[in-house]
Structures are given as structure tokens and as C-alpha cells.
């Protein structure tokens, strides 16, 4: 997997849209990126996955830079459920061996959204 | 849609006894199915993964054990638990090849 790194943490207003940025430099071309969350105490939850194009879902956007080193998730409005550990992944869960839907989680980037 | 079920939710049990996780997906046919452990502070251990009615492949050797009897079950289990089980445990599924990996509200297991 391609080493990501995230901001610790961050803080956003309600309303607001949260914009989390992830570095993945020596990503390869097989390698999706994969942003999950996390609220204490329950399972990661999936958000959004990409190769190369901006992708968009009911809950977030994705966007990922032309070269593919960095990517950024954006909440376009956030709530204070929104508030949580959010993950960047960048892999290629078809790898086959011992990377074989293997998700290896990082520290992650603690959200805060705030009234 | 498809839905995973794990329980129990929370589990206290003394050294020495069995375990039995239990996951289920429905929704879906012929998932790979998953177990995790996530220790306290720490990032996610893949544990075990599975493509099929019987196919267990193991990542880490340990004091557990996985089972699939069923295409959309996966039962996780130990002959006597050890302090260092203590954690929460996640199942997960996917379609495979690339698709992402949707995460049960896991297990948390504290051995005393």
C-alpha cells in the first residue's frame, strides 16, 4: 500500500464544507484511493473510493489531483454526526497475496465539526 | 441492499474459555468475508479473509481461528482466549476486486 498522510486533526462549522486533504505520493496505478470513517465505538464506515476521475456519492465528493499524489474528501455540508476519524487508503485491493483485501488504516484525521 | 450483522456486540470472557464471533451478510451472494482486529489505539490487523464455502486463508498465526460454513456466514473462534484478544473485532464483505470493503458494527471482546 502507498504511505498516506493526513492532517491530525480539524475543526468545521456546521453547515460548512469540510475539506480533508490526504498526500499519497508514491501511489501506483493499480492503487484506488479509499476514504472511510469512524465514530467511537462502531465499525469504519465506507464513503468514497477512486482511480483517477473526481467521484461523487450522497455522502461526499472526491477529489484527486491529475499526477494522483493527493486527494481531497469534501462534506459539502457538515453536520455534527459528521464528527469522526476519517481515513485515507490508498491500495489495490485486487492485489492478490498477502494484499489481498487488506485495508491498512493510519492514524486518520480526527473531524470535529462544531455548532 | 446488502446488510452485515455481527454479534455479540460486547463480550467479557476469562482466560481460558472458547470464543464464537458470528457474522452474517445478507443482500449478496459469494462475498469475501473478513475479520479484523482493531486494538485499542491502534490501526486495523486483517485476521483472516475468505473467497469462499470453506476457504479460510490466514494473515497473522495467533489463538484464533475462522470458519465459513455457509456462503454469507463467518464465524471466528478460539479454544482458549488469551489477554492479548482483548480488542474489537470486525467482520467485513466485498464483492472483490476492487470494490470497497463495508464493515460490520464489530465486537468488542475483553478477556479478564
Known amino acids: 500500500d502507498a504511505k498516506t498522510t493526513q492532517p491530525p486533526s480539524m475543526d468545521c462549522a456546521e453547515g460548512r464544507a469540510a475539506n480533508l486533504p490526504c498526500n499519497h505520493s508514491?501511489?501506483?496505478?493499480?492503487?484506488?484511493v479509499y476514504w472511510y470513517r469512524q465514530i467511537h465505538s462502531q465499525g469504519p464506515q465506507y464513503i468514497i473510493h477512486?482511480?483517477?476521475n473526481n467521484e461523487t456519492n450522497e455522502m461526499a465528493s472526491l477529489i484527486i489531483t491529475e499526477d494522483r499524489k493527493s486527494s481531497t474528501l469534501i462534506l459539502p455540508h457538515a453536520t455534527l454526526r459528521d464528527t469522526a476519524v476519517y481515513y485515507c487508503?490508498?491500495?489495490?485491493?485486487?492485489?492478490?497475496?498477502?494484499?489481498?483485501?487488506?485495508?491498512?488504516f493510519g492514524q486518520g484525521t480526527i473531524l470535529t465539526v462544531h455548532p | 441492499s446488502q446488510t452485515i450483522h455481527q454479534w455479540p456486540a460486547t463480550l467479557v470472557q476469562p482466560v481460558g474459555s472458547p470464543l464464537s464471533l458470528e457474522c452474517t451478510v445478507e443482500?449478496?451472494?459469494?462475498?469475501?468475508l473478513y475479520w479484523y482486529r482493531q486494538a485499542a489505539g491502534r490501526g486495523l490487523q486483517l485476521l483472516f479473509y475468505?473467497?469462499?464455502?470453506?476457504?479460510i486463508s490466514s494473515e497473522v498465526p495467533q489463538n484464533l481461528s475462522a470458519s465459513r460454513p455457509q456462503d454469507r456466514q463467518f464465524i471466528l473462534s478460539s479454544k482458549k482466549l488469551l489477554l492479548s484478544d482483548s480488542g474489537f473485532y470486525l467482520c467485513a464483505w466485498t464483492f472483490g476486486s476492487n470494490s470497497p470493503l463495508h464493515f460490520g458494527n464489530g465486537t468488542r471482546l475483553t478477556v479478564t
Open positions: 477512486g482511480l483517477k
Open positions: 443482500g449478496t451472494s459469494n462475498p469475501n
Open positions: 487508503i490508498a491500495c489495490d485491493l485486487n492485489a492478490g497475496g498477502t494484499s489481498y483485501g487488506k485495508l491498512t
Open positions: 475468505s473467497v469462499g464455502i470453506g476457504q
Open positions: 508514491t501511489i501506483s496505478g493499480n492503487e484506488y
